[in-house]
């Protein structure tokens, strides 16, 4: 056994959540606690000498594919998941290499990236530990200590979820409650030890469950979607999970799903033993925008009205932040349904009001107006205020429509999945996104009036929303094309992969098998459009036709950001901003720009602000860490107003919430960059910095 690895050993032992060795402090939860606020109490890095920090140890962990994991520390070992699925185990002081666990020795095979975190879970006495991850749909359990997979776990290691999973669940007593990423909604709790399940919440409800009534008659047999993709936080105490949703699919376009859809766009409270549901409340109804609630709730302790109030916050992709009171799920402020545009779509029955909260304010501009007009030079200027008068912005909840629109807020947020930190001042911190996007709707016919062949409506609502409508995909956005994928997969490897999901794409595992077959025979080249860039010879005539041809029917035309003729944000800036939210009293504490573009600066423009994805920390120290932008650096912030204290250049950027620790004395501070967000360059490499020795 090498000198390294013998020590972690001890300290994993002696260690254990911190109980012996009182010099040592454990980052044991994804986004540091099962809270999801994303604090610690370490003060050893404060304002004061922040200024010192320095790079202590850097591991490269050989991926580079959107690197976005928030590492766990658990008795002097730091746990950080790769973006091809593999598990490594370090020592948290100095970066040596422990073990590596890779799922290409299992069944699955290799994984996908995005992958944010990992699951650790110890028995009360102290004895027992795991780790879970996910991978290409099944979920394993890993020794901490060893590396193995625990053979005992569910069939020879793992459990068939049946959905992509890519961020971790939350424990507790001995159950793991997770969501997923794809296939019918639901939350379901494990047995830690067995993989047995212990409960099921049904998102898209049964008859006879609540909410039921706000979906077409049966709809759970053919419905999908509704998965809480983005995380649980959990009330230990009360025994209380806090679950946030998707969106219902398809996600633009809701003919077949008439009615608010429950719980799609929800935040929940379950039982954390029985599954059972406490309380709800729904934040999109209908949603037809891709509005998926993007963050896990966020608990945290504020004094609202002269009392003390154990409050839960979420986060929208709108830039609006609702906050309740955990356990009964009153709102703290009054929320208001108020008007929204309807939709001319043939069919559809967009749902004519929206929720606002009157407090706190929105954190961003919530409509495009001619005063939004980018100013980064006279050119740019008209050219963004003539787009904006021909393709008007109608704020958060645009109608759908075979009209271009500008669709601000954008379909990345706002808030995304990066999440919000909260101190016990009840204080929240959040980074947000101002950047517009384009919003078209299309008919689901040919250009000439002629009906689609099987499988290709069915593409163009689940699948041309990200690979393109001509199968083309979008490098932009990094979405794989799909013309001649028969020359690089088999058919059993892409109906394989559409029913596990893969990296951003969802596991459709429970789609009708009809369905999915017309869907590949289109896709494979046997019923491709006229005009697409085909081999015409390959495209035999079709046999039948699609019966959903006799009505109109629309796709979403695709994800476009809206950039200026130089690639920045078509907007004035700033295009991403760091806010402190006072939520004792519902007002903004203050808001900063976050980021910038070097190449602007020396033009005399001032900080602009970035795309920004990954969340702050906040500590006892006085300081929020944040990396999230677009310009490889890694800043910290006074958490009291905002001043920007220090800076540090990454390697890439770090699309990824840090995590902070004390190893051997020293507290460290982590973060992932991974880059790939942004257009910008991947890597695949941790970054600790600590204060000199």
């Known amino acids: 056994m090498n000198a390294p690895y013998k020590f972690a050993l001890i300290i994993v032992s002696c260690c254990w959540l911190n109980t012996a060795c009182g010099q040592d ?11 999801r606020d994303l604090y610690s109490s370490l003060e050893q890095i404060n304002r004061g000498n922040v200024s010192q920090l320095k790079v202590a140890w850097t591991y490269e962990t050989g991926n580079a594919a959107e690197y976005q994991a928030n590492n766990l520390m658990v008795g002097g070992v730091l746990y950080t998941p790769t973006a091809t699925r593999k598990v490594i185990a370090l020592d948290a002081a100095t970066g040596a290499e422990l073990w590596q666990w890779d799922p290409a020795n299992e069944h699955t095979g290799a994984g996908s990236p995005r992958q944010r975190g990992l699951v650790h879970w110890g028995s009360e006495t102290g004895g027992e530990q795991r780790l879970f991850t996910g991978v290409n749909g099944f979920l394993f359990a890993i020794d901490p200590m060893t590396g193995k997979t625990i053979r005992e776990f569910g069939e020879n290691g793992s459990i068939n979820l049946g959905s992509g999973l890519n961020t971790p669940g939350v424990t507790y007593k001995d159950l793991l409650i997770v969501g997923g990423l794809g296939g019918k909604g639901a939350v379901r709790a494990f047995d830690v030890r067995t993989g047995e399940r212990r ?3 049904h998102l898209i409800p049964r008859p006879g469950e609540v909410g039921y009534d706000t979906w077409p008659e049966d709809a759970y047999r053919t419905a999908t979607g509704a998965m809480p993709w983005c995380g649980q936080s959990l009330d230990e105490e009360r025994g209380i999970v806090y ?6 699919e398809p996600d633009f376009y809701g003919a077949d799903r008439h009615g608010k859809n429950l719980f799609a766009n929800c935040i929940l409270a379950l039982n954390a033993v029985t599954g059972e549901r406490i309380w709800h409340f729904q934040i999109v109804h209908h949603d037809l925008l891709d509005k998926d609630l993007p963050c896990p709730p966020v608990l945290l302790t504020v004094n609202h009205d002269g009392k003390k109030i ?14 309740f009171d ?10 208001e349904e108020r008007p929204v545009p309807q939709s001319d779509l043939f069919g559809e029955q967009a749902w004519p009001t929206q929720p606002f909260p009157t407090k706190p304010p929105p954190l961003m501009r919530q409509r495009y107006t001619d005063e939004d007009a980018s100013n980064i030079s006279p050119a740019t200027h008209q050219k963004t205020l003539d787009r904006i008068r021909a393709a008007k912005n109608f704020g958060p909840f645009p109608a759908p429509s075979l009209n271009e629109t500008v669709m601000f807020p954008g379909f990345d947020g706002g808030m995304e999945w990066g999440g919000g930190a909260a101190d016990p001042d009840g204080i929240y911190y959040v980074n947000v996104n101002e950047m517009p996007w384009l919003l078209q709707m299309i008919e689901t016919r040919h250009t000439d009036g002629s009906k689609l062949m099987p499988g290709e409506r069915d593409y163009m609502l689940y699948c041309g929303v990200c690979h393109g409508l001509d199968l083309k995909g979008n490098l932009e956005l990094q979405f794989p094309p799909l013309l001649d994928i028969d020359k690089r997969k088999t058919r059993a490897e892409i109906e394989l992969q559409t029913r596990q999901g893969k990296g951003r794409m969802p596991a459709y595992g429970d789609m009708p098998e009809a369905q999915r077959s017309a869907i590949l025979d289109y896709v494979l080249n046997k019923g491709a459009p006229k005009n697409a860039d085909r081999d015409e010879s390959k495209t035999p005539e079709p046999a039948t036709v699609d019966p959903n041809n006799e009505r109109p029917t629309y796709a979403f035309g695709g994800f476009r950001r809206w950039l200026d003729d130089e690639g920045y944000p078509a907007i004035k800036p700033p295009w991403g901003t760091l806010n402190a ?6 007002e903004i504490k203050w808001s900063v720009v976050l980021g910038e573009y070097p190449e602007l600066t020396a033009r005399g423009i001032p900080p602009t602000g970035t795309e920004n994805y990954g969340g702050p920390l906040v500590t006892a120290g006085g300081l929020i860490f944040i990396g999230a932008t677009a310009d490889e650096t890694f800043r910290a912030f006074n958490k009291d107003t905002g001043e920007l204290l220090w800076k540090a250049r990454l390697p890439f950027s770090g699309n990824a919430s840090p995590s902070t620790y004390m190893a051997d004395g020293r507290q460290f501070v982590v973060i992932s960059a991974g880059g ?4 910008r360059p991947r890597g695949g490499t941790i970054v600790a910095f600590a204060l000199p020795e």
């Open 581 to 586: 939210v006072d939520l004792n009293s519902g």
């Open 310 to 323: 154990d409050a839960v916050a979420q986060g929208t992709k709108h830039g609006l932040l609702f906050v």
């Open 676 to 679: 790939g967000k942004s257009g």
């Open 25 to 35: 402090t454990d980052w044991p939860e994804y986004l540091g606690g099962k809270e």
């Open 199 to 201: 409960w099921i919440f």
């Open 326 to 335: 955990r356990v009964t799920g009153e709102p703290l402020w009054p929320i």
């Open 243 to 248: 679950i946030a949703t998707k969106t219902a």
